[in-house]
């Protein structure tokens, strides 16, 4: 029952990989179970996370929900341009599911994918500089930009297409792109715009935010009518044409030091509205990542993973209920 502990700008991950977790691979679901990732994910009973990383698994099982809560579907972003991705390998690439902490799973993580490729690169379970890994938010395609043993690697991943097409992310009511409008919640007023780059993003531009910001209003917004299946929530500061800052509630997670796909759908919303160029430095409290959108709207997203620890679940946390 190992497990491999790495973060992404202080979004932190645990790798399970389910060759180590027969019982869970063979269940059912092929997963853990939701009460188990709870426990694991726990910051005082638990390991501690800001979700799991489960993988490699079969294609096939990589865009099956079997998730409590969060209703995963198959994924909106389109396959990587420059990808070519399975066409490329005999075999097919690996694949990953990634769970939040509350149990819910995701279709995508921008930090877990590179926190997934490192992990995949440094076992020797992929071959040379670039890849493809296959999550149920599409294909990503990777490539390796800096390894050195005993420091952070540095990645870069083709995301797939970002959409604002309200059934695609998906947002309540008529068919449109969801740009600049109105959402009501915990008594203030916001405007907002939704995007999907395989998972749902609502992202409100402000003058200025802050972490209060988020943790107050972050979770009505997760939970709003308007999101079906909930939805990540991203409070936005352009800072320049090239710069922007975000605060950042996640679906599942909550308040996270940082994003990948919350800097992606940011990046691509404030260029969508003109507000910033293609090539976008996002600043998060955890760090920043480079993020790139193209003019078909394809994004690509750099920064680092570092280790940082691997070690062994104890057979007590298998048993033990989430409030033991
Ligand atoms: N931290 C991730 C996003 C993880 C998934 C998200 N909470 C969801 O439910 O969609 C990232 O780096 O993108």
Request: hydrophobic letters at 40%.
């Amino acid at each position: 029952m190992r497990f491999y502990k790495y973060h992404a700008l202080g979004n932190d991950y645990l790798v399970l990989d389910p060759s180590d977790y027969r019982e869970w691979s063979r269940s059912a679901g092929g997963a853990p179970p939701a009460e188990q990732i709870r426990l694991i994910c726990h910051r005082h009973y638990g390991v501690g996370s800001d979700g799991i990383l489960w993988g490699p698994v079969p294609q096939a099982t990589g865009t099956t929900s079997t998730a409590p809560t969060s209703g995963v579907r198959n994924g909106t972003a389109a396959p990587d341009r420059a990808s070519g991705g399975a066409a490329h390998h005999s075999a097919p690439p690996p694949a990953l599911r990634i769970f939040n902490p509350d149990g819910s799973e995701a279709e995508k993580s921008g930090n877990g994918l590179r926190i997934f490729a490192r992990y995949l690169a440094e076992h020797g379970l992929v071959q040379g500089d670039r890849f493809s890994i296959h999550t149920a938010g599409g294909p990503a395609q990777v490539e390796v930009l800096e390894r050195s043993a005993g420091r952070p690697w540095r990645m870069r991943i083709g995301m797939g297409r970002v959409t604002f097409d309200s059934p695609q992310i998906p947002v309540a009511g008529p068919s449109r792109e969801v740009l600049g409008e109105a959402i009501a919640a915990g008594g203030r007023h916001f405007s907002f715009s939704a995007a999907s780059v395989g998972n749902p993003h609502c992202v409100i531009p402000l003058p200025e935010i802050s972490e209060e910001l988020a943790r107050q209003y972050g979770p009505v917004i997760e939970t709003h009518p308007l999101f079906p299946q909930r939805i990540n929530v991203q409070f936005m500061q352009v800072i320049d044409r090239a710069n922007i800052r975000i605060e950042i509630w996640e679906r599942g997670a909550g308040y996270t030091l940082a994003s990948g796909t919350s800097s992606s759908a940011a990046a691509a919303v404030a260029h969508r509205l003109g507000l910033v160029d293609a090539q976008v430095t996002v600043h998060m409290p955890g760090g920043t990542l480079e993020a790139e959108v193209s003019p078909d709207w394809q994004l690509t997203l750099s920064g680092t993973v570092t280790k940082v620890a691997e070690g062994t679940i104890a057979p007590d946390l298998r048993a033990a209920p989430a409030n033991a």
